[in-house]
């Protein structure tokens, strides 16, 4: 496998096409250790349409399932790996992929219960809660295989680890001298139930050591605008000290971020790559962006104008703020019942 190019992918200056006519996503790549390659997808470069515009790697909330297939095979194609897909339900459990992996769909391995034809159209929303199964590989009703977990880990080369997101906060994890990388997925409920432990236990399980790991932390919705109330803050601050926050919207929030950085510390990992100075980057790359001003333009989501929405942005990494990102919470203010979901991914080719 070939270096990842850690170019923004930007639809307005290179092919929006790969050469069997899928639309290229949009990417923002961050080295976070040699040899080892975050991506965060963007809402840039997919077919995907309507309140899943554009690119949505999700493959639960109604979709069309084709759309969906696209948008992945582009991005393996686009990252130069083979993508592994759970099924995220916001549990505290990490899986080591490397057991189970195979090459099952184009794009690679998929166990997170994407849902095809009829299923996807009835489908009504992302999973919420783990089942007395996850952490296993087990048939779902529709057929589909699913490994439920929140967290995964590999040590193969050329396996891209993802996460889904659209609000939650994505964490990666890299061991530059064993080779072992992790990803997880940290709700609210997941970082109460100790998904970032769980993940770095089980890559200490593989050879890693806490000492050596590089994390960063993807985008995610910020302190400011997670609004939950005083009941979920109270309870929330008691596991996660001074994380409980004044949202802008006047009532009580938290900040998952600054959670996920105390559990991190208690993980014994202390090295943090930040992201967001390469997303602010990427963020005013893209300010003039056709097809991103044409989605602000239709998806009734904030201001139409896309100049209005990007000096509305006082935290680039913030899922609700930033229109290259999805999120639930935007959506769900907009009146819509769906909405897409982005890929965090880290590779070690």
């Not at 439920?148 to 050329?158: F, K, N, W």
């Amino acid at each position: 496998m070939s270096e990842i190019d850690e170019t923004i992918l930007d639809s307005n200056a290179i092919s929006s096409t790969d050469k069997a006519g899928r639309p290229i996503p949009v990417t923002i790549p961050i080295a976070l250790a040699p040899g080892v390659t975050v991506v965060y997808t963007t809402r840039l470069g997919g077919l995907s349409t309507g309140d899943f515009g554009n690119c949505n790697l999700g493959g639960k909330s109604g979709d069309d399932p084709e759309a969906v297939l696209s948008n992945r095979i582009a991005l393996a194609e686009a990252v130069g790996a083979r993508l592994s897909l759970v099924s995220q339900v916001h549990s505290g459990i990490a899986v080591d992929v490397d057991e189970a992996f195979t090459v099952n769909t184009p794009f690679g391995f998929d166990v997170s219960g994407t849902r095809t034809g009829a299923a996807a159209a009835e489908a009504p929303g992302e999973a919420t809660e783990p089942s007395a199964a996850a952490g296993n590989v087990a048939a779902a009703d529709s057929g589909v295989h699913v490994m439920e977990a929140d967290g995964q880990v590999t040590a193969q080369t050329g396996v891209a680890l993802g996460m889904f997101a659209a609000d939650c906060l994505p964490v990666l994890f890299a061991d530059p001298v064993t080779g072992v990388i992790g990803a997880a997925h940290c709700g609210r409920r997941g970082l109460e139930r100790g998904v970032i432990q769980a993940t770095v236990d089980l890559m200490a399980a593989k050879g890693a050591s806490p000492e050596n790991i590089v994390a960063t932390l993807g985008p995610c919705i910020c302190g400011e605008c997670y609004e939950v109330g005083d009941e979920i803050a109270d309870t929330f601050v008691k596991r996660f000290p001074l994380t409980k926050t004044a949202t802008r919207f006047g009532g009580a929030g938290i900040d998952i971020a600054e959670a996920a950085r105390i559990d991190l510390a208690f993980a014994g990992v202390h090295r943090i790559v930040d992201s967001m100075p390469r997303v602010h980057a990427a963020t005013e790359y893209l300010e003039e962006d056709a097809e991103l001003a044409e989605l602000c333009r239709t998806d009734g989501e904030g201001p139409a104008e896309l100049s209005e929405r990007i000096a509305g942005i006082r935290h680039s990494m913030c899922t609700l703020e930033n229109p290259l990102w999805y999120s639930h919470r935007r959506a769900a203010k907009a009146g819509k019942r769906h909405e897409g979901r982005l890929l965090a991914l880290i590779v070690r080719h």
